[in-house]
C-alpha cells in the first residue's frame, strides 16, 4: 500500500453546505474503502489548509482516481503528496 497526504480547502460551494461536511466525509471514506483505499485520518483543520486526509492505496491510480472523484464534487480543492512513514523513509535514505 502507498500511503499520501491531502490537503484540503473548502470551496464557495464547500462553505456555503458546510455543516454537510462531516456527512460528506462519512460518504467518501466508505466510497474509498470500497475501492481499496483505507482512510487512515481525516482532520478539519484552521490555518491556511482547511482539512487533511492521510489514505492508503493499493497503487498511484487508484489514489488519485478517489481523490480526482472528491474533488470533482465542488466542495474541496486537494493537494495530494506522496508521504512516508519512518521505516519508508529509512529504506529511502539508505539507498543514498
Known amino acids: ?3 499520501y497526504l491531502v490537503l484540503l480547502n473548502f470551496t464557495e460551494n464547500g462553505l ?3 455543516s454537510k461536511s462531516p456527512d460528506r466525509a462519512a460518504k467518501f471514506k466508505g ?7 483505507i482512510v487512515e485520518c481525516l482532520l478539519w483543520t484552521l490555518g491556511p489548509h482547511d482539512g487533511a ?9 487508484t489514489a488519485v482516481a478517489q481523490i480526482l472523484n472528491l474533488g470533482s464534487r465542488l466542495n474541496v480543492t486537494t493537494t495530494m503528496m506522496r508521504a512516508f512513514d519512518a521505516g519508508e523513509f529509512s529504506a529511502v535514505v539508505s539507498k543514498l
Not at 466510497?31 to 483505499?37: D, H, K, L, M, T
Not at 486526509?53 to 491510480?61: K, N, R, S
Request: glycine share 10%; proline share 5%.
Open 16 to 18: 456555503g453546505n458546510i
Open 1 to 3: 500500500m502507498v500511503r
Open 31 to 37: 466510497e474509498a474503502e470500497a475501492v481499496g483505499v
Open 53 to 61: 486526509l492521510v489514505i492508503q492505496a493499493p497503487d498511484d491510480e
